[in-house]
């Protein structure tokens, strides 16, 4: 079985949305094991969920450790790839790709 990583800054509080659930359910659905990356970011407007916070949120919504590993990473600016070699973009609906986690902290989006 693979493993598949996703980063993230995961800024969510009492559940994941639709579009963070729908990517790493693909990955499962491919016969995977997800691990979610948290970057550890400084708490601000911006960010303002603790790691554990957002830890337990994704538990919440994949409570499996087998199929989904959580670690956290220090707070990164780019993920730099040397060779497409084993990259993938996985391309969600474009309903998906448009939630915003930011937009729904604010309440200018549901879901």
């Not at 830890?55 to 450790?65: H, K, Q, S, V």
């Not at 087998?66 to 790839?81: K, L, M, N, T």
């Not at 993938?88 to 309440?107: C, D, F, N, P, Y």
């Amino acid at each position: 079985m693979s493993r598949i990583i996703f980063i993230g800054r995961w800024q969510v509080l009492k559940k994941l949305h639709d579009g963070h659930i729908a990517l790493i359910q693909s990955a499962l659905d491919e016969g995977h094991t997800a691990i979610v990356a948290i970057r550890d970011t400084a708490k601000d407007k911006k960010n303002p969920y603790s790691t554990a916070e957002r830890e337990l949120a994704i538990r919440a919504a994949f409570p499996d450790p087998e199929q989904v590993e959580i670690c956290v990473i220090p707070d990164i600016d780019e993920v730099w790839i040397g060779r497409d070699v084993w990259s993938k973009v996985v391309r969600l609906s474009e309903e998906l790709e448009a939630i915003s986690g930011t937009k729904i902290r604010e309440g200018r989006e549901g879901k």
